[in-house]
């Protein structure tokens, strides 16, 4: 009997469907028009010092999973989209398309404007800028097109374009970009700070304490750390739970890893509690279920139900899996 892969996709949006969307913590960073105008300079070597020249357009339901990641705005004739992102996605032109679409639809409405007529109307002059921060290593600038998609691949230049420039903000890289822009700086520490504990050993949640408690310390975000400590923490844990969910699902091999183990007795080797064959990637994705599972507060017996069914072995198996697992994840 042929099994799927675990739908992660489609538990999130039966168990977490009434759950309210939260901001990245790069959001809240720049959620003052200040912050966000000192951004925006940074990125622009520009000196503007008015925040009430910059005019919000965010779309409020663009959302990934549980997460906003997006912010828009008009200054200067320019419509910016700013994305964060912790993974690197290289469909982000696209994504963008999609997005300034909406967004010239409504300013097109909002100004009363006739596109049909013979007066050549006048638009804001689109950037698109993605803060990246994951863990791979990219270079501190890559601009990533739209046409890179297009079938077939032609170098003659075509007639739909949208370019995205991804900034790597990992602490060590763009020094000049966050020398002048302190939010972004500290920002930036801060992660960095996260990923030092637990790279050290520490449990993600108690990562996020230490970071907290030393950035305080140290001045850095200090403002936004100690009047929302928990919201920060629960913020990034619902970020890390995103990549966990992505490699959970997306995990390079899968499919092949799936076929192979059937055919060599992985539903076997599992109960029994030997290996038997069971490729170490197909392990850890039941771990990963676990885990993500336990994250969207199920009860251990109805992670080993989905679980089960799923991958082709035993309920109880899986319930003795469940009980290796440290239960430090729950929200």
Same mark, same amino acid.
């Given at each position: 009997?042929?099994?799927?892969?675990?739908?992660?996709?489609?538990?999130?949006?039966?168990?977490?469907?009434?759950?309210?969307?939260?901001?990245?913590?790069?959001?809240?960073?720049? /959620?003052?028009?200040?912050?966000? @105008?000192?951004?925006?300079?940074?990125?622009?070597?520009?000196? !503007?010092?008015?925040?009430?020249?910059?005019?919000i357009t965010t779309?409020?339901?663009?959302? !990934?999973?549980?997460?906003?990641?997006?912010?828009?705005?008009?200054?200067?004739?320019?419509?910016?989209?700013?994305?964060?992102?912790?993974?690197?996605?290289?469909?982000?032109?696209?994504?963008?398309?999609?997005?300034?679409?909406?967004? !010239?639809?409504?300013?097109?409405?909002?100004?009363?404007?006739?596109?049909?007529?013979?007066?050549? +109307?006048?638009?804001? *002059?689109?950037?698109?800028?993605i803060f990246y921060?994951?863990?791979?290593?990219?270079?501190?600038? $890559?601009?990533?097109?739209? %046409?890179? /998609?297009?079938?077939?691949?032609?170098?003659?230049? &075509?007639?739909?374009? #949208? *370019?995205? &420039?991804?900034?790597?903000?990992?602490?060590?890289?763009?020094?000049?970009?966050?020398? %002048?822009?302190?939010?972004?700086?500290?920002?930036?520490?801060?992660? /960095?700070?996260?990923?030092?504990?637990?790279?050290?050993?520490?449990?993600?949640?108690?990562? +996020?304490? =230490?970071? &907290?408690?030393? #950035?305080? =310390?140290?001045?850095?975000?200090?403002?936004?750390?100690?009047?929302?400590? %928990?919201?920060?923490?629960?913020?990034?844990?619902?970020?890390?739970?995103?990549?966990?969910?992505?490699? $959970?699902?997306?995990?390079?091999?899968?499919?092949?890893?799936?076929?192979?183990?059937?055919?060599?007795?992985?539903?076997e080797g599992f109960?029994?509690?030997?290996?038997?064959?069971? @490729?170490? $990637?197909?392990?850890?994705?039941?771990?990963?279920?676990?885990?993500?599972?336990?994250?969207?507060?199920? %009860?251990?017996?109805?992670?080993?139900?989905?679980?089960?069914?799923?991958?082709?072995?035993?309920?109880?198996?899986?319930?003795?899996?469940? #009980?290796?697992?440290?239960?430090?994840?729950?929200?």
């Amino acid at each position: 009997m042929k099994r799927e892969k675990l739908n992660i996709a489609k538990i999130f949006k039966r168990f977490a469907v009434n759950r309210a969307h939260k901001d990245r913590l790069f959001q809240r960073v720049f /959620a003052d028009k200040r912050d966000l @105008l000192d951004l925006y300079n940074a990125v622009n070597h520009t000196d !503007y010092a008015n925040p009430d020249e910059l005019e919000i357009t965010t779309l409020e339901d663009v959302i !990934y999973m549980s997460m906003k990641n997006d912010m828009s705005f008009i200054i200067s004739s320019t419509l910016n989209l700013y994305e964060h992102q912790s993974t690197f996605n290289p469909n982000m032109p696209v994504r963008g398309l999609m997005y300034f679409a909406r967004l !010239y639809e409504g300013y097109i409405k909002q100004h009363g404007f006739d596109i049909y007529g013979r007066q050549l +109307i006048r638009l804001p *002059r689109p950037q698109f800028i993605i803060f990246y921060n994951g863990r791979s290593e990219y270079p501190d600038k $890559t601009v990533l097109k739209l %046409s890179d /998609a297009f079938i077939p691949e032609s170098a003659d230049e &075509t007639v739909l374009e #949208c *370019r995205a &420039t991804m900034l790597n903000i990992n602490y060590g890289h763009n020094s000049a970009l966050l020398n %002048s822009c302190r939010r972004l700086h500290d920002y930036s520490y801060f992660i /960095a700070k996260v990923n030092e504990y637990a790279d050290s050993g520490c449990a993600i949640k108690d990562a +996020i304490g =230490k970071a &907290t408690d030393y #950035c305080i =310390k140290n001045d850095v975000l200090a403002d936004i750390l100690i009047k929302c400590k %928990s919201e920060v923490t629960n913020m990034l844990l619902t970020e890390f739970d995103e990549k966990l969910y992505k490699k $959970t699902v997306y995990n390079e091999g899968y499919e092949d890893g799936m076929n192979e183990g059937h055919k060599r007795g992985v539903s076997e080797g599992f109960e029994n509690g030997h290996k038997c064959g069971m @490729l170490e $990637t197909r392990e850890q994705d039941i771990k990963n279920s676990i885990m993500m599972l336990r994250r969207l507060n199920l %009860s251990d017996e109805e992670i080993a139900s989905l679980i089960a069914e799923n991958y082709a072995v035993s309920k109880d198996a899986v319930i003795k899996e469940i #009980c290796q697992i440290p239960d430090g994840n729950r929200q």
